[in-house]
Nanobody
Framework: VQLQASGGGLVQAGGSLRLSCVAS????????MSWYRQAPGKQRELVAAITSGGATNYADSVKGRFTISRDNAKNTVYLQMNSLKPEDTAVYTC?????????WGKGTLVTVSS
């Protein structure tokens, strides 16, 4: 599975961004899609995930601000990020889980200025 992420950029605190991740395979063959992020000097963390059945889960730090969704027809998963904070600054990476195998796309940088 190849993943292409886009949508990162520079935004002021309180602003919004939407990340997109296009998969080379149909979602019917993918168990779950996720967004991870890694800030400078920190470990990578799970931000949000959506399963093939549509169940979602979020990191506590983004609940109520971020929304993960998908468009099956476009093989695309989105991460809508609202009320962004400087601590959301990180490289965001898309992940696809197919059975026990993880596939990773290239990250997209999100920078939130105060």
């Amino acid at each position: 599975v190849q993943l292409q992420a886009s949508g990162g950029g520079l935004v002021q605190a309180g602003g919004s961004l939407r990340l997109s991740c296009v998969a080379s395979e149909k979602f019917s063959s993918i168990n779950a899609m996720s967004w991870y992020r890694q800030a400078p000097g920190k470990q990578r963390e799970l931000v949000a995930a959506i399963t093939s059945g549509g169940a979602t889960n979020y990191a506590d730090s983004v609940k109520g601000r971020f929304t993960i969704s998908r468009d099956n027809a476009k093989n695309t998963v989105y991460l809508q990020m609202n009320s962004l904070k400087p601590e959301d600054t990180a490289v965001y990476t898309c992940n696809a889980r197919v059975w026990i195998t993880d596939y990773w796309g290239k990250g997209t940088l999100v920078t939130v200025s105060s």
